[in-house]
């Protein structure tokens, strides 16, 4: 187990620290712990595991991405290729 100090923390995930205070005070980012009365560090197992979701969360908007741009526009189809239901009008 090895803890990352902020000047690493900074260089390993490319927040600032203002955004990472920010992230962890809503609970999106790895909490800090207290190494001393002017010294914290983070858990560099968490905050690799943050930055693997980070990367999956990436790779499930991009595949989202792909399944809409597999659809045909609606405007290249043909009134042929559409199927229309019969709806009750009243």
Known sequence: MKICRLPTLEEKTGLSRWTIDRLEGRG???KRVKLGPR???WLEDEV?????DRLAAREDVLNKEQDYDSFEDEDDL???????EDFDEN
């Open 28 to 30: 999106d980012f790895p």
């Open 39 to 41: 010294s914290i560090g």
């Open 78 to 84: 043909e009134d042929d290729d559409l199927e229309y």
């Open 48 to 52: 690799d595991d943050w930055i693997e």
